[in-house]
Nanobody, 124 residues
Framework: HVQLVESGGGSVQVGGSLRLSCVAS????????MGWFRQVPDKAREGVAA???????VYADSVKGRFTISKDNDKNTLYLQMDSLKPEDTAMYFC???????????????????WGQGTQVTVS
């Protein structure tokens, strides 16, 4: 099984940038579809961005043009570059992995079975 550890969260001003990292261990992420999700208290976790094993990406409409998902298979690390941050981007961000997901379901939370503990992002 793959284990995931996120980092890079913090507090940033509106319009600023952050880069989140998710380091994997126990298996190579090149085998997996990987995603970033976020959650605020009392709301459901939502998909932000995902990348499949071939490198194809998908984004939630709310972050298109501002966020970029990428991965470095050699470093076994997933990234989320977040630019032009807004207060509504404030959330706990989680990375997740799954071996096989059909492309139309890459942002569906139920498709993922490995999760990190999350990293908090606060935009104000």
């Amino acid at each position: 099984h793959v284990q995931l550890v996120e980092s890079g969260g913090g507090s940033v001003q509106v319009g600023g940038s952050l880069r989140l990292s998710c380091v994997a261990s126990g298996d190579t992420i090149s085998r997996y579809c990987m995603g970033w999700f976020r959650q605020v208290p009392d709301k459901a976790r939502e998909g932000v961005a995902a990348i499949d094993s071939d490198g194809a990406t998908v984004y939630a409409d709310s972050v298109k043009g501002r966020f970029t998902i990428s991965k470095d298979n050699d470093k076994n690390t997933l990234y989320l570059q977040m630019d032009s941050l807004k207060p509504e981007d404030t959330a706990m961000y989680f990375c997740a992995a799954a071996r096989l997901i059909y492309s139309q379901f890459l942002l569906h939370i139920n498709e993922y079975n490995f999760w990190g503990q999350g990293t908090q992002v606060t935009v104000s």
